[in-house]
Structures are given as C-alpha cells and as structure tokens.
C-alpha cells in the first residue's frame, strides 16, 4: 500500500544525539585486538565531518525481507523480497501484488530470492536478471537467469537461466550475490563460499564457483572473452568471502565490499586473475574468537583489502554518488550496514585509498541495498520482517 512517511522531524529532533554517536563508532574495541594493518589508512579512517541534515521517507513498507533493487524507467522499483517474491513499488509507493513466472526457489536461511538488474534499454526490450538461491539434488545453489517482464508488469516471460553455480552444496548461507553490467555485454556474478568448514576452503581452489567473482556474457552465460586463466573460464577473481556490494567506479573499474567472518569485512578494488586471500588471510576471527586457520593477514600472492572494518559492519549493497542532490558526496562509496545499527555508511576516496568515513541514519535498522533515484536521492532497503523502501533527501 503507499506509505509516503517523512521523518524530517524526527531527524531534526535527534540531529545532535546521533552527530555526538557518529564521533564514536572508531573507538569501538576491535574482535582481533593482535592483528595489524598492512599499511596506515587500511582501517578506522578519520570520521568525516558532516552538517548535512538527512530526511527520510518510507516510498512503502510491508516487504518481507526485501534483497535487491532497480529502478525502472517510469520512476517505480522493481523489488526483490528474499522469500521468494518480485514486486514492484510504483512511486507513489503502490506495492504491486507478486509477479508471476519466478522459477523454483530455495528460500530458507540466507537463501532466496536475491539480487535484480534491469538492461540498460529495460524500456525496449523488457529485459532483466535476477539472481537466487536454487533448489538441487544434494542442496542448492546459486543460479541466475534472465527473462522479460511482461507489458503488464504481471508476469516474468522467457524465463531462461543462463548460470548455476558448481558444486551442490547443502547449506543456507552465503550464496553471494550481486549483478552488475560491465558495459561491454557482460554480467559480473559475485558468489559466496558457503560458509562452513572445510566447504569454504574451495575459495582457493581453481575447479569450483565458490568464493568467486564470474564475468559472463549477459545473454548466454558463457566465460566472457578477455578473462584471465584460474582454472574454470568464467572466473574473474578468487578468494572471496561473501559478496554482497558491489559497484563499478566512473572508469568502469569493479570495487566489493565482502562480508568478513567476526572482524575482517573487506572493500576491494577487483582486478582479473587476482586472489583476495579468503580464508587464508582475513583480518578477522571466528565466531568462537580463535583463529582462522594459521590467524595471518598476509601471504605472497594474495592481494590486502584496500580497507577493513573491525568490528564489522556487515555491508550489503554499494554506490558511487553520483547525483546532484548530494554533490558534496559526489564520486564516494555509500554502502549499507546490517549490524550494530550504523545505517548508511559513507567513503570518501582519496585514489585507491579511503580517507574518510561517515556513518549515517544510524538506527534506521539493517541496511540491505542501496541504490540511487534518477534526481539523486539515496534509496534504502530495510531487512526485516516487515521491510521499507526509505527514500533518503536533504531535509
């Protein structure tokens, strides 16, 4: 239903509270108090100052769980609810009842319905991907496919899947995965390793799709010509925990932020036939507080995060602003937070190095995407039971 709701005065009314919060989130004890970064900067950047008074408004709430978003060319949202339903938020904040045609899915866990992507000439053509945790003999898995939305925005047609990842696995966590369009009619599929022991440990192998980056062709699936040789063709990267951000710079260059373990979430700048180190290195602990295998955060061949958070900020969902309504933000990272209630949370880059960070609207709740509205506004995905789609503005 709409559910046009602006908290404006409820932000003004907290301004100084929250300001005064904001100041403290890098005095926060670390989980792996032994471990030390790489270089200076790599952590626990210097809070950003920021005066700008932030309004939010709930476009509609009543979605369970929503995963991913895209805006569609009449100015609407085309929302992903991880039970395993599609919808549409029109925007005046009308929630369409569920589309039809969505293929078989896993939902349990972590697992479900996931990221959306719509094509570039989506008005023409129709054309969309959507990727999912899918049922198989043995477990599941994570699959893409692409298919058209019908005229009538009711159903999904040629309904094709065009990815599945290898091995079967049964299990209910990280799954990945974020969509992204290289420009060149290729599709970047972020993937996770799984989780559990040893399962995990596959990250570093050259025969699976586990903790992987892929860039295959949008339309048929196939390896991308230009990949670099780690063993399976469509394998961009490797050693990756849990990818769940994901964005491409104004040169076309791919950044991630990966789920860490207990400490350790990683921002990466991705480059072909690199291995990110996971679980070999991490900047992190266990969920017991021991180490992760032999506990070291570097080794020959295994490239260091360009930044880190500890403890972590469980991230999800990224953008490059860029926009007119925020142009004091403009070229930075914004990405989602979904633990310890630190909201929308804001790099500044100087290069390929962060030189400020920025937390925002803390306590609005987990933080699943984040994307950006034709005009610039912020858009926001809660993850909860009964989730909001939050435009975010200048108050």
Do not use: C
């Not at 904040?93 to 293929?103: E, F, N, Q, R, V």
């Not at 291995?275 to 506990?295: A, F, K």
């Not at 925020?326 to 979904?338: R, S, Y």
């Amino acid at each position: 239903m709409p559910f046009l709701r602006s908290t404006a005065a409820l932000a003004a009314l907290f301004a100084l509270p929250v300001a005064a919060a904001a100041q403290d989130f890098n005095a926060a004890p670390p989980n792996a108090p032994d471990q030390t970064p790489a270089f200076e900067g790599q952590t626990r950047a210097p809070v950003l100052a920021d005066d700008i008074a932030l309004e939010t408004t709930v476009i509609t709430d009543g979605l369970e769980h929503p995963w991913g978003m895209a805006q569609l060319p009449d100015g609407g949202w085309l929302v992903t609810e991880r039970p395993g339903r599609l919808r549409i938020v029109s925007a005046e904040g009308a929630l369409s009842d569920p589309i039809g045609g969505l293929p078989e899915i896993s939902a349990g866990g972590q697992g479900g319905l996931l990221d959306v992507l719509i094509a570039p000439d989506f008005a023409e053509t129709r054309r969309l991907w959507i990727s999912y945790a899918a049922p198989a003999e043995g477990g599941n898995h994570t699959v893409v496919a692409t298919a058209t939305l019908s005229q009538d925005n009711a159903t999904l047609e040629n309904v094709q899947p065009i990815f599945a990842q290898v091995p079967v696995y049964d299990g209910d966590k990280h799954f990945g995965s974020r969509l992204l369009l290289d420009g060149q009619g290729n599709l970047f599929v972020t993937l996770g390793e799984r989780s559990d022991v040893p399962i995990r440990d596959s990250a570093q192998q050259d025969d699976n799709h586990l903790g992987k980056l892929l860039r295959i062709d949008a339309m048929t699936g196939e390896p991308a010509e230009g990949n670099p040789d780690l063993g399976l063709p469509e394998i961009w990267a490797k050693g990756l925990r849990n990818v769940q951000a994901a964005a491409l710079d104004d040169s076309g260059q791919l950044w991630t932020i990966e789920h860490g373990p207990k400490g350790g979430d990683e921002l990466n700048r991705i480059e072909a036939g690199k291995n990110y180190g996971w679980p070999v290195i991490t900047y992190g602990v266990s969920y017991q507080d021991e180490p992760i295998n032999d506990g070291i955060t570097q080794a020959d061949g295994m490239e260091q995060p360009l930044y880190y958070w500890d403890p972590v900020i469980a991230p999800s969902g990224m953008v490059f602003y860029r926009g007119e309504m925020f142009p004091e933000w403009q070229g930075q990272i914004l990405t989602g937070a979904m633990q310890g209630d630190h909201g929308l949370v804001r790099l500044q880059l100087d290069g390929d190095r962060v030189a400020g960070e920025g937390r925002h609207l803390q306590g609005i709740g987990r933080v699943r995407d984040v994307d950006l509205a034709a005009d610039g506004a912020v858009m926001l995905l809660t993850d909860k039971p009964d989730g909001e789609l939050v435009r975010v503005t200048r108050e």
